[in-house]
């Protein structure tokens, strides 16, 4: 498309005040050779809109450049379809944040227009991608307990289908084998209602259930994914739209509980989980000869919270325990009930089930430590009261019940408790009846055929900005594969698991990105004929969104594509591009930074900035009017991780003095929205670095750092620091080249 490209200058929220604006208009007309260049006291206006819309309308503009406020405001106003837009923040990264009507403010304006302008040039409007099949909307679900119903109700309510697969002969999961359950109101325990919800499942005509079957495999991606399912020997194939993950859990296996808490060692001490198949048989009685029960001790996070075993929270193990121990309260009030517990979490409304419980009779005493020995058939557990400082032995007792706590499906294959055995320990083995991870979703995808997890193996992408999301796109976990839960919460998840689900194949079906650049209609075009098979992006692709051929070619599969450009930063060969992001793009960008010379004593710092926390937490200071360093200029990156290292040669080879990174914190508590695109970004920094000492030039001119949206108190003083070491360096050596 041949550019006609206009500028629009808004003079409102003090930009016309603190700059010169003919001077702006002058950099728009004479160097970045706009058609049009037009200002407007207030742009964003239903009058600022129409002037916009006038020029596209009357005079043919395609392109245009609207210099204003920060591009993460008023992005409803400035949306003019068949257009190509950039957005150049005047308002927030440079008169809210530098000293009015100084010559160092209106450099930084003028340089904004001049990257802008060079970026215009090299932008094509985008064009949705569009399969060549037909898309199809319908959600599957993976899993039959109380999560997975619940989500495929959900979908068919929203007026979608909904495919089920659940591995049991029966639907229903965990809660098909308890009577009673522990849930909102928690005023009392309730009677177990799986059964009416297994039956809405079943009667519901949106709703295809298979049970006693797997899922064979999934290829393809979002509104495309191909899904072959197998039952009773027999397979079914259907399009799906995208996935909700709810295969739920299995409770930590008790044989691997310090020997201390005597499991094993008689058959009156139990899991949680055995108490509930008791309950189901009909009685609650001692084990070991069917005695009526005197004495009961419930011992919570049995090998939770416990670094040797599982490190986090069951959540769930607390109320299961009060359920528990009312259900014996109940059952005859004169048993005496004792729970021993490190914290009582019951948080909430939950709380009223702790009280329940106090006024039932049951007696509680926190230790974080108890022993449990068993003597014959005497099992006493021994314990300090941590609130009497008393040490305490409880004797005579009929049933010791140990809350253990839940692991998700997925962390099968990648079990915690498959780790490396200490010495003089057994390795720990997967149960042969294991479903492993690799095993549940058997996906086609390059990068494995398994839902990748966090480190406990719950596959949530991040726990805080994106729940459900997962490192494939289009697949969204709910339930006790995401994070332990109870049926409360597993209801709550199971329905924002279905909403995500849907979102996302409305998103897809328009050929827009899912989250996190939601509506994004661009998507990563590979040269190929300059391919040379490396598998960089391939292996980088943070959501597997590539696969390859038998001889290494990138097989793009967009609609899995969350458009974070990590492929463009990786590729050697810089072949891949998006229509309005491209290494190329960003480059002209930098170079067309004016950069006085050494004698100005005006260095320049270039801060490629995260879109999604860094450029942000930039904004912040502008909305606080704090001041920043006036050398900086801030190039918006997708994600750092599409960081190609051309952009630090090409920055310091035009005499920029040092190139500042500001991602996402990345490692194991990463916040990056691309999982690992800062992470990559660091790892590509660190060969730069090596050639730069090549060159001599000094490693610290370049420099990663870590901010989230909320660093925006210390990220002046960050920049100062970051131009305070580069004003001892001395200026750039290739100033002037
Ligand atoms: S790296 Fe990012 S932009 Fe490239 S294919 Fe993967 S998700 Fe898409
Ligand atoms: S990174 Fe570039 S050169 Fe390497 S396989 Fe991918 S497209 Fe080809």
Redesign the pocket.
Known sequence: MEHKTAAYICTGCGIGEALDIEKLSQVATKECKVAICQTHPTLCSQAGAELIKSDIEKEGVNTLMIAACSPRVMYDVFNFEGCIMDRVNLREQVVWCQPPNEEDTQMMAEDYLRMSGAKLKGMELPEAFKPERELSKDILVVGGGVTGLTAALEVAKAGYKAVLVEKEAQLGGFQKKVTDKATFPYKDVKPNDIDALIELVQKNANIKVYTGAKVEEIAGGPCVFDVKVKQNGTSAEHQIGAVVMAAGWEPYDPAKLDAKLGYGQSPNIITNVQFEEMKLAGSLARPSDGKALKNVAFLQCAGSRDPEHLPYCSTACCLTSLKQAILIKQDNPDTNVFIIYKEMRTPGQSEDFYRKAQHSGVIFARCQDPTVKVSGNDITVDFVDELLGESVSLGDLDLVVLATGMVPMTAFGEDPRAKEPKEGEEASEVPADTILASDILNLQYRQGPELPGLKYGFPDSHFICFPYESRRTGIYPAGCVRRPMGVANATEDAAGAAMKAIQCVELTSRGAAVHPRAGDVT??EFFMQRCTQCKR?TE????G??NEDEKGNPL?QPT?????????G?CPERI?SFKNYSVPMIGDAIKSINVPDEYDEKPRILVLACENDAYPALDMLGFRRMRFNPWVRVMSMRCL?SLNLIFVADSLSKGIDGVLLLGCQHGDNYQCH?IKGSELANIRLSKVKETLDRLQLESDRVRFESVSITDYNTLAKLLDEFSDRLVEIGPNPYKGF
Do not use: L, N, T
């Open positions: 998507y990563p992006c980088e692709c943070p959501f969104a590539i793009p899995r594509c969350r458009r974070c450009g990590v492929c463009m990786a891949i991780g691309f």
